[in-house]
C-alpha cells in the first residue's frame, strides 16, 4: 500500500496541468462551433459522399503503412497536393454558397453599414405588396405563369442586365400585361426593387436542389435557384396548377394563399422603425377602445 501512495504521489508530482485562461476557453467553444457547421455544411452537400470516398481511400492508405507498401505510399504522397487543389474544385459551387451564405448573415450587416442602399425608406410598400398580391391571384386564377423576385438587401444588378430594362411603378396591371402568353416580354422573371418593376425577362440560376419534386419544372428551380444564391424573395405562379409559390432562403412554400403571400411579402418590407411604432400605437388605441 505504501509503494502505491508512494507511485501516486510520484506520478502526479511529475504531471504538469497547463493553466486554463478564459480565451483558451472562449477559444475551444469557437473551434467546436466551426466544426459542427462545418460538418453540418458537409452533410447537406455533395461534400458528404466525397468525403465517404476520402474515408475508403484512407483506410487503403493505413493498410499500406501497416504492411509497408513503399510504392503505395510513393504514389499517395506525390499525388497528396494536387489532389488538395482537386477537391477544391469539385467542391467550388459549395464552397461559393456557403461563403455566400456567411456574407449575407444579419451580424455582418448590423455591424459593417457599407450598404450605401440602406437609406432608411422602406423596401416594399404596403401599397406595392397589395399590387403584387392581386396580380399573383389573377394570374393564377387564369394559369398564367409568372416569376417575380423581390430584392432585399443584396443587390440584383447581374441577373437584371440579362434582361430588359422597365423602370416602372409596380401594379398589377402592369404585372399581368408582362407576363400575359405571347407578349415580349414574358418569358423570364422580373425583378422588384424599392417598389419598382426594374428589368423583365430575366434569366435566373436553376437551383441543383435534388430534394425539390420531381413535378416542378423550370420556374420553380429558378425561383428556388436565385433564392439560394441571394437573399431575395421570389413569388412563382404555376402555369400548368395556377398556385401560388414563394421561395425564400433556398426553401420553397407552396400553394399559399393570398393571406399567406401577403404575411410573407411583410416579413421582408423593413418599414422605418417610426412607422412600425405608429402602426403598433394604433393597434393599441383601438384594442384599449
Not at 455591424?111 to 442602399?117: E, G, H, I, P, Q
Not at 397589395?130 to 398564367?144: L, P, Q
Not at 441577373?159 to 411603378?169: C, L, M, P
Request: one cysteine or more.
Amino acid at each position: 500500500m505504501q509503494q502505491i501512495n508512494t507511485w501516486v504521489d510520484k506520478y502526479f508530482s511529475n504531471l504538469h496541468m497547463p493553466s486554463i485562461h478564459w480565451t483558451d476557453v472562449a477559444e475551444i467553444f469557437i473551434i467546436a462551433f466551426l466544426a459542427y457547421h462545418i460538418l453540418l455544411w458537409i452533410k447537406n452537400t455533395r461534400a458528404w459522399a466525397l468525403l465517404k470516398g476520402l474515408l475508403v481511400i484512407g483506410i487503403f492508405v493505413l493498410v499500406a503503412v501497416v504492411f509497408k507498401m513503399n510504392t503505395i505510399l510513393w504514389i499517395v504522397t506525390n499525388l497528396f497536393s494536387i489532389a488538395a487543389i482537386a477537391i477544391v474544385v469539385v467542391l467550388q459551387p459549395e464552397l461559393r454558397k456557403a461563403l455566400e451564405t456567411l456574407g449575407r448573415k444579419n451580424f455582418f450587416s448590423s455591424v459593417l453599414t457599407f450598404d450605401s442602399s440602406k437609406s432608411g425608406d422602406e423596401r416594399l410598400s404596403d401599397r406595392t405588396i397589395n399590387e403584387i398580391v392581386k396580380a399573383s391571384v389573377e394570374m393564377g386564377k387564369v394559369r398564367t405563369g409568372a416569376l417575380i423576385v423581390i430584392q432585399k438587401e443584396q443587390p440584383l444588378n447581374e441577373y437584371e442586365r440579362t434582361g430588359i430594362e422597365v423602370d416602372g411603378i409596380v401594379s398589377s396591371q402592369l404585372l399581368i400585361n408582362i407576363f400575359e402568353h405571347n407578349t415580349p416580354l414574358h418569358d423570364g422573371a422580373v425583378v422588384v426593387k424599392n417598389n419598382r418593376v426594374t428589368a423583365a425577362t430575366c434569366y435566373l440560376p436553376l437551383s441543383d436542389n435534388m430534394e425539390l419534386s420531381k413535378e416542378l419544372g423550370t420556374r420553380h428551380r429558378a425561383g428556388v435557384g436565385i433564392s439560394e444564391v441571394t437573399d431575395s424573395m421570389t413569388v412563382i405562379v404555376s402555369e400548368e396548377t395556377g398556385k401560388i409559390s414563394v421561395a425564400y432562403g433556398g426553401k420553397l412554400e407552396r400553394s399559399v394563399d393570398a393571406e399567406r403571400l401577403r404575411e410573407r411579402l411583410h416579413s421582408i418590407q423593413d418599414k422605418p422603425i417610426e412607422e412600425k411604432k405608429r402602426k403598433l400605437w394604433k393597434g393599441r388605441s383601438r384594442n384599449e377602445e
